[in-house]
């Protein structure tokens, strides 16, 4: 009698990279781990391949209505804005943080503005008791029946509540506590939270539903390993802040459907994350205007300027002939260029001096349009000399010392009058009648080299 051949062959894959292979290998040839190959199975492919192409139907481009599913507004604000304007339906986002920073509770809130619009949400927890959530709730004043808990299960249970309760919105917290059943042998590794996460992103493709996935930041500052999973969501954010301080800042790190480098502030309380409306007050309070070293830049925040305070600590280092550069908020190879531009251009003596450079409030600049506030910060902390009061600078410094053209220069310049701010430092390429808006009393300052700049400040 024949025997029935099965539908299922063995593979072995490694635990630390996902690589897989039909034989068994001491050391991995990928990532050369020893003893990471693991036993598990696979179903036939052609099998699985008929699967797949059941699974949906053609449709023409043309005959898609992108108003079918509109963005869909949370009402927390600042997080709509760095998604882009609301929430794109069937999309994963990925919500990355280090521990104790408030993931939890920024989509717990999120959970709760949604059930208020009579949506849906089901909420998976991996680390918490439905107590222990149920105690943040009522501290943060939730008392919604349209949220269902799911704690401590599989892959496959979680599936099975999707189609009992049919939810608008999953949110997975976190990521990395899901198992499947199919990757027991590999729980832990990278390889399982890549299949859990790519299977989590298919459901959510094909019954309809929005997810959001809380992941953990490693030691070496990525996400749930070497960014396994940022290429296989819609939409990364990073939530970002100090645990000692109030100030939380979720930033757009890649986003399918809005732009990117989108930042939205919030400031934790007892009673959990508020949005900050004007976020320039808060990044810039408490300013000494006067100081030496310091320069006010406005800063593009995906489509919003915000107005951030630069600061800058020149002094004689104790080690000779190898003086310290650390940057905090500034790449820290463009600070060494700006530092030798102004050595060679103003015959400063910056290679015996440390230097520290930081962006206030937590804040990141990436774009070249900062140079001339660092540069401003840098030699007005060296030479002692105080900034004019309520002045802006802004401008990309070339390898010549010149000052070239930035983008968006109207816009900034709308914020720094907003705020007050009377005095603007620009190329002196772009300082034409109509940047200014009319019937404010404001002046331009045209720049067009650092020494410009040092001719201003001597000033």
């Known amino acids: 009698m024949a025997t029935k051949r ?5 593979q072995f894959e490694c635990s630390e990279c996902g690589y897989q292979a039909a034989k068994y290998f001491g050391r991995c040839p990928q990532c050369q781990a020893w003893n990471t190959m693991v036993e598990s199975e696979t179903g036939n492919d052609e099998e699985a391949g008929a699967g797949a192409a059941d699974s949906g139907s053609l449709q023409r481009l043309s005959e898609i209505d992108p108003a079918a599913a509109p963005r869909r507004l949370t009402g927390v604000g600042e997080f709509d804005r760095v998604l882009g304007g609301g929430i794109v339906p069937h999309s994963v986002v990925l919500i990355g943080g280090e521990p104790g920073v408030g993931k939890s509770t920024l989509l717990l809130e999120v959970s709760a503005a949604l059930a208020q619009q009579d949506r849906t949400v089901l909420y998976y927890s991996g ?5 222990q959530i149920k105690l943040r709730a009522d501290r943060l004043g939730i008392r919604s029946a349209g949220i269902f808990l799911f704690t401590s299960g ?3 249970e979680l599936k099975r509540h999707v189609r009992e ?3 608008e919105f999953l949110i997975i917290d976190s990521i990395q506590t899901l198992t499947s059943r199919k990757t027991a042998p590999l729980s832990g590794s990278i390889a399982s939270l890549r299949n859990v996460t790519a299977e989590v992103i298919d459901m959510a493709k094909k019954i309809g539903i929005t997810v959001f996935l809380i992941g953990h930041i490693t030691k070496e500052g990525q996400l749930a390993g070497p960014k396994t999973l940022e290429h296989m969501v819609d939409a990364v954010l990073y939530f970002q802040g100090e645990t000692q301080a109030d100030l939380r800042l979720l930033r757009a790190e890649k986003n399918r459907f809005g732009p990117l480098n989108e930042i939205g502030i919030f400031q934790m309380s007892e009673k959990g994350l508020t949005s900050v409306n004007d976020p320039t007050q808060v990044l810039i309070q408490n300013r000494l205007s ?9 800063a593009m925040s995906g489509t919003r300027p915000l107005l951030t305070e630069v600061q800058a600590l020149v002094s004689e280092s104790p080690f000779a002939g190898n003086p310290r550069r650390i940057a905090i908020g500034f790449d820290s190879y463009r600070l060494a260029m700006l530092i030798s531009i102004i050595e060679k251009k103003l015959r400063l003596p910056f290679y015996k001096s440390d230097v520290f450079l930081n962006v206030t409030g937590g804040m990141v600049i990436r774009e070249a349009a900062a140079d001339l506030a660092v540069c401003q910060a840098l030699v007005s902390s060296c030479k002692s000399i105080a900034p004019r009061p309520n002045s802006v600078v802004l401008g990309e410094v070339g390898l010549t010392g010149e000052l070239r053209p930035v983008s968006f220069l109207e816009t900034r310049v709308k914020e720094a009058i907003r705020q007050g701010f009377l005095t603007i430092l620009l190329p002196a390429a772009q300082c034409t009648p109509g940047v200014l808006p009319k019937n404010h009393d404001i002046s331009a300052i045209p720049i067009e080299s650092i020494r410009d700049l040092l001719e201003h400040l001597n000033k």
């Open 165 to 167: 309760t049919r939810p």
């Open 154 to 156: 599989s892959l496959e």
């Open 290 to 298: 006067t100081a030496p070293g310091t320069a006010i830049f406005p």
């Open 127 to 131: 680390e918490e008791s439905a107590q």
């Open 6 to 10: 099965t539908n299922t062959a063995t």
